[in-house]
């Protein structure tokens, strides 16, 4: 990019492009502590540092998987390296030090704008409902809200985020997400077409199936919500301890057997997915949310097999191997090249 490119480009609004480098900082590989104390204190310092920093997350996050390809690092890179880290300090030399590296940061963000594209930031200027965030077959996100709260996305999920004067609004379009939601006077309620759910301060796992929401509660306490009526309002059905698991339709909710003792999050978060006498096509739904090619039960008498065990997500060899040795089920391959499971013989 030439030099005119990047001074017409950072005639804009600074507090985008302070967001703008944060967005690259923080996910850089060398990202410390420190930077993140920093980080912090810039998104505490106004209330227009959050709001920046939400739609330029929330547009890097649109990409999808284009938003770490090498391309863009390649561009960030070199920037970066030469902008130096804020850290927190008393606020005449907070002040000093933004002066200091205020070219730099305009660099930075300068090449995260445009790795984002044209297209992408008219955005800025049209009215939106709320942020989304997506996520691809085989990715997972953790997002840091600007209320505090995190959000870990699992692989091809979508959530809207709405922070409202009365209200921090997350909802479920598809997939699933864990929540640890930061406390403060607003309710934080997480909704879908079947049922809601709310909580101030806590952490939670909320999945989207085909007829329900299932609520997951690790920490704290939520209420179970009925799917809102014509005129936006709902009813509380019931609350949840730690350990207790539920779905909910509608206005009905049944409970289901809980969790692990002990359990702080999902085992997905981390990149595992664990199975505890499950039937074998719940399984299989589960790995093929996140790799292809698809593996599909081609004897039905296997569908309903019990199986256990703690597999890595990104690694279905693994569990085709389990299946195989364990319990002598052996694979072919179908016309269209899935996985097919069948019986040995």
């Known amino acids: 990019m030439t030099t005119p490119d990047l001074q017409l480009i950072a005639t804009g609004d600074p507090i985008r492009y302070q967001a703008a480098w944060w967005v690259a900082r923080l996910r850089a590989d060398d990202v410390s502590e420190l930077d993140r104390e920093a980080w912090r204190a810039w998104m505490d310092e106004d209330a227009r540092h959050r709001a920046a920093y939400q739609r330029i997350e929330s547009l890097w996050s649109s990409l999808g998987e284009f938003a770490p390809a090498p391309e863009v690092a390649a561009r960030i890179e070199p920037a970066a ?21 205020r070219r730099a940061w305009g660099a930075v963000a300068a090449i995260v704008l445009a790795a984002l594209g044209m297209a992408l930031w008219t955005q800025w200027a049209a009215p939106i409902e709320g942020e989304v965030y997506r996520t691809a077959i085989g990715e997972r996100r953790t997002l840091l809200l600007a209320d505090g709260s ?22 479920v379009e598809r997939g699933r ?20 759910v709310r909580a101030v301060g806590t952490s939670f796992e909320v999945s989207l199936l085909a007829q329900a929401i299932e609520v997951a509660l690790y920490e704290g306490r939520v209420d179970l919500l009925s799917a809102a009526d014509a005129s936006g309002r709902d009813v509380r059905l019931a609350s949840l301890v730690p350990g207790q698991r539920a779905e909910v339709r509608g206005a009905a909710f049944d409970m289901k057997p809980g969790m692990a003792a002990g359990a702080a999050m999902p085992a997905w978060t981390s990149g595992r997915l664990q199975f505890d006498d499950v039937p074998l096509q ?20 296997l569908a309903a097999l019990r199986v256990s065990g703690r597999f890595r997500s990104d690694d279905p060899n693994g569990f085709m191997d389990a299946l195989r040795v364990v319990y002598r ?13 069948r019986q040995s013989n």
Request: without cysteine.
């Open 81 to 101: 390296d030469g902008a130096p880290t804020p850290s927190p300090r008393p606020s005449a030399q907070r002040a000093a030090r933004r002066r200091g590296v």
């Open 150 to 171: 995190k959000l870990d996305l699992d692989t091809g999920s979508a959530v809207t985020v709405r922070l409202l004067r009365d209200e921090r609004q997350i909802t």
């Open 177 to 196: 997400a864990f929540f640890r939601v930061a406390a403060e006077a607003r309710p934080f309620v997480v909704r879908s077409r079947y049922g809601a």
């Open 282 to 301: 719940a399984a299989v739904d589960e790995f093929n949310r996140y790799s292809r090619p698809r593996i599909v039960i081609g004897d039905p008498a």
């Open 329 to 341: 089920v052996r694979e072919t391959r179908g016309a269209a090249g899935e996985r097919v499971l």
